[in-house]
């Protein structure tokens, strides 16, 4: 027999760790996105880790900036970003307040709400694609800016939140180099993914923009 997933909330000092302690460990999570319409449940699978300004990848690596604040508030909010004029894409803050990190949210599955969903990820082909990538599951689970330093430990109504879920065995931990860095954040290995499973996103290099003549 399986047992179910536990829907204990993650405490607040869960993400007041070092931020490659946090991503990994966020694997098999459970992310709880409560909307107008009803909840939608999503297993996390694959994560990518930010470290702040340590990080020449980060938003943060330069500073405070007024895009950025919420990544150096409180461990366990919400931080939300635009991207390419078009998508959103989903983080959680880590770390002690003032010491800007946080995780980007890849990819998961939708383990309750799906049609939910699917109306929001009408060219998904499957409901392995419905959160298959940062901007896909930000759309999904309807998340925007308007969401950005939502506080995810709240104990009171909140409109999003993690469980503690079932965490995902070491040994079916993958890693690799983040989507899309260039530069000298390239080089760490600070993706994070389930092994084999068919809702992480395939890896893609960094490809440098064409400059318009």
């Known amino acids: 027999m399986i047992a179910s997933p536990d829907r204990t909330p993650l405490p607040r000092d869960f993400f007041d760790r070092p931020v490659l302690e946090v991503a990994p460990d966020l694997l098999g999570r459970l992310l709880v ?27 943060a690596y330069r500073g ?55 109306t929001r990820r009408v060219a998904a082909r499957n409901d392995k694609e419905l959160a298959k990538g940062p901007a896909r599951l930000a759309t999904a689970l309807d998340v925007d800016r308007s969401l950005n330093g ?18 995902v065995d070491p040994g079916q931990v993958r890693n690799g180099p983040r989507t899309g860095v260039s530069g000298e954040g390239a080089v760490h290995p600070w993706r994070y993914w389930v092994a084999d499973d068919p809702t992480v996103s395939p890896y893609r290099a960094h490809v440098p923009r064409r400059r318009r003549s």
């Open 33 to 59: 996105r409560d909307t107008p319409d009803g909840p939608i449940v999503l297993r996390l699978t694959e994560v990518e880790a930010y470290d702040g300004q340590n990080d020449p990848g980060s938003h």
């Open 64 to 118: 405070r900036t007024a895009r950025n604040e919420v990544m150096f508030g409180a461990p366990g909010h919400v931080y939300v970003y635009f991207t390419y004029g078009m998508w959103f894409c989903m983080n959680l803050v880590c770390g002690p307040e003032g010491r800007a990190s946080a995780v980007l949210l890849r990819a998961g599955e939708i383990v309750e709400g799906a049609e939910l969903a699917r």
């Open 150 to 167: 939502t506080d995810a430990c709240a104990t009171g109504a909140t409109p999003l939140r993690i469980l503690h879920g079932t965490p």
